[in-house]
């Protein structure tokens, strides 16, 4: 859980004491009141969500929902964009046109008590179309391997919820530019698009994937189970906010004490 900044000094502030600051100054470390209080935005959901689990770096989500930890500004800029854009999109006049935007859908997954979740960004009815906004820094060709996962929970969800869906997209957002996607690359290799995917065609196996996905992250947040490094994206380790408490765990995995973990100053 975030309860604090990093400030550039390597000085850790409570999030109480930087926003308290924000307001009386404008800003902290030149990062506006505005900034600084939609960086502690609260997530208070205590299952797995359908982000959580599509973005397959589990053990990076269970330290952070169970260990508290200081953060620099900076390396909270990526969601908090994301967070922005949506807001934005999601109040724009799409001209009378039926539309459901940010809508949260909850089904129990099909033979189990599990409940999955997930906020739909955009549903469109009369078109049976799904899309989902991304925020990144260059726009891939096609649909990154992790949101065909999560693009598939929310059509799933959609769909056990009695809503058809016959086209599913990514709108990729980065600073320049925009752009629609639909293809993705499938198991043999080839490319095609998304809701060809095992993951949209395959009810079982895509129920398989995430139960076990779901199992690893529930774990985490109810055992204090910390996964193994081969449920991580390693690619991610240098700008992780919790590598200071990583470093210092199993690397296969192991149950840890949340309160152990005190980050110190500089980390």
Known sequence: MLIGLIRQDGALQLKEEAIAEAQLFGQVDG?????ITRM???HTAKSPSA??????????TVLE???????????????LRGTLIHAGLQSTNLQGIRVIT????????????????????????EHKRLEDYKTCQNIPQIIKEEHVFQLAIYYWLL????????????DYISWGD??????????????????????????SYFVETITKAWH????GFEEYYAPGMNFCNRSYCRYCTLKWACDRIDYTGEIIEPSEFVQERGE
Do not use: C
């Not at 982000?51 to 990076?60: E, F, L, N, T, V």
């Not at 929902?65 to 969601?79: D, G, Q, R, T």
């Not at 769909?159 to 990514?170: E, H, S």
């Open 40 to 42: 502690f935005a609260e």
């Open 216 to 219: 690893i992250l529930n774990d």
């Open 51 to 60: 982000s959580q689990i599509a973005g397959q770096a589990y053990r990076r």
């Open 159 to 170: 769909r056990w919820n009695g809503l058809p869906v016959d086209k599913a997209v990514i």
């Open 65 to 79: 929902k169970i260990i508290s930890f200081y953060a620099k500004p900076l390396n909270l800029m990526a969601m």
């Open 178 to 203: 925009t752009q629609q996607l639909s293809l993705a690359e499938m198991p043999d290799g080839s490319v095609n698009d998304v809701v060809m995917h095992p993951y949209f065609k395959d009810e």
């Open 31 to 35: 990062y506006s009141l505005p900034i």
């Open 102 to 125: 940010e809508r949260r859908y909850i089904y129990a997954i099909p033979g189990t008590t599990i409940k999955l979740s997930g906020q739909v960004d955009v549903y469109y009815p």
